[in-house]
């Protein structure tokens, strides 16, 4: 399984655009990227997947570079309600049913008032 | 109803004593999965059901963790003689095969 790095820690502000962004060098061909959320005292929550180019959802929109080897999960004007720490994992999602899913540290991401 | 359910939410043991922790998975999923959080870190695999064959048991630290989902639904996780260094979350996902794991809330044990 492809190896993620992506920033420990972030802070913004309430109504700000967040960026994060997460490395995946060694991606493979059939690899999808997927992006999940977690608050605490809670289980992670699965916010966006996708392979290339541009995915939007109602909750964030994901970008993947041409080369793959890298994304970056944008959160619209977050509000104190999106603090939590969002995982980056690479898969092979599609073909692979028991397909565990990889954590690394994640990001935690502090929205201030 | 419709999430993953887990059951105790904490549970608090000294050490030698043996736990049993619960997952009750969203009804029709095939794939049931535990994962293990330490405090601070992200989720690491323990094992997985396809209904109520274990087909990956490689995440287990040791052979006092066992697992089992006998009639392909409800599923169970054993800690047996438990250690402080398994005190951790214990989550619960389930999902279709293949598809988006939905994650239960965990539950937290806490070994004395």
């Known amino acids: 399984l492809a190896k993620t790095t992506q920033p420990i820690s972030m802070d913004s502000y309430e109504g700000q655009e967040v960026n994060i962004t997460c490395s995946h060098n060694?991606?493979?061909?059939?690899?999808?990227i997927t992006w999940y959320q977690q608050f605490p005292s809670q289980g992670p929550r699965f916010i966006i997947q996708?392979?290339?180019t541009k995915v939007t959802n109602e909750v964030a929109s994901l970008f993947i570079p041409a080369d793959r080897k890298s994304s970056t999960l944008s959160l619209p004007r977050v509000s104190l309600s999106d603090t939590a720490v969002y995982y980056c994992?690479?898969?092979?999602?599609?073909?692979?049913?028991?397909?565990?899913?990889?954590f690394g540290g994640g990001t935690r991401l502090m929205v201030k008032p | 109803g419709a999430g993953v359910s887990q059951s105790p939410r904490y549970k608090v043991a000294k050490r030698g004593q043996d736990v049993a922790l619960r997952c009750d998975p969203i009804?029709?999923?095939?794939?049931l999965f535990w994962y293990q959080q330490a405090l601070g870190q992200g989720p690491e695999f323990l094992t997985y059901?396809?209904?109520?064959?274990?087909?990956?048991k490689s995440g287990l630290p040791s052979d006092r963790f066992f697992a089992e989902r006998p009639e392909g639904s409800v599923s169970t996780l054993k800690i047996q003689r438990t250690q402080q260094e398994d005190s951790a979350v214990y989550l619960c996902?389930?999902?279709?095969?293949?598809?988006?794991?939905?994650f239960g809330p965990g539950t937290r044990l806490t070994v004395l």
């Open positions: 996902a389930s999902s279709l095969v293949p598809d988006t794991q939905y």
């Open positions: 060694n991606i493979a061909t059939n690899d999808y």
């Open positions: 996708g392979y290339k």
């Open positions: 994992l690479v898969g092979d999602v599609a073909n692979n049913a028991g397909n565990m899913l990889t």
């Open positions: 009804s029709g999923h095939v794939s």
């Open positions: 059901f396809q209904n109520e064959a274990q087909l990956d």
